[in-house]
């Protein structure tokens, strides 16, 4: 019986221009031809070539006509933004230029804040990598945060999330937003519907305080804290959620994150 496939066990280097008017450079140990020119099967060590990535994987399957790709296996991509990728299966597309994940999926931005989620979408035409799954993102002191979906701004370094977000700092503190942006290249976070849990003892006055501040908004960075239209209190919790018997309503208020020290301005 005549096979149908031409296979080739050498190194080797495709230059490949589909209808879709994008060049792509495919390297491989291992290839597989389809006769029809259609179809072709890349193997072991495999790098692909974008306008606007490079792309490594175990194994590939390029279908020329569709200007599409299939990839599995040990994938990493790094794109002209050094955002790197990395899934163990992924699509892309050379029409719409879009790279997507299916599966477990970390990202590591420019700025070395890693993401851990899944089923991820980057879109290297609009400059954005997003997601509708839950995920964690770890910023460079190891700030946990976590996210119901995410949209990165890749050009801006912004991400972008709306819906039930949860932040726990090295200091065991929390923080709850119903919006978020954080800029990775200046490192300050952006929330609305703020709600602070501080577990750091200078708030406290004795062991039983349960310090909180509830804020409509607030922007956090290494030096300083700050919240709008806030309330803060460190009494303990009351049942059926009632208010607490003391606290202290500020149209602003600053924290000091190096020298520890708070400042309420009430108007």
Known sequence: MKSKLLKICLTFLFTLTSAHAENIQIEARKITLDKDQVTSIFENEVSVKTEDQTIKSDYVKYNKKLGFLILKGNISAIDNRNNTIEANYAEYSEKNKIFKTFGTTKLITSENYTLKGQ???????????????NSILTDQEKNEIYLENFEYQAKNNIF????????????????????????????????????VFLNQENFKIDSRNKPRVFSNAVKLSNKLSSFEKSVFTICDYRENDKCPPWTIQSSKMLHDNKKKLSIMIML
Request: charged share 35%; no cysteine.
């Open 160 to 195: 972008r999330s709306i819906g039930l977000i949860k932040i726990r700092d090295k200091l065991k503190n929390s923080y709850e937003f119903s919006q978020l942006y954080i800029d990775t290249k200046k490192k300050e976070i952006l929330g609305t519907d703020t709600k």
């Open 119 to 133: 089923d991820i979408i980057i879109n290297n035409y609009e400059g954005f990598i997003k997601s509708e799954k």
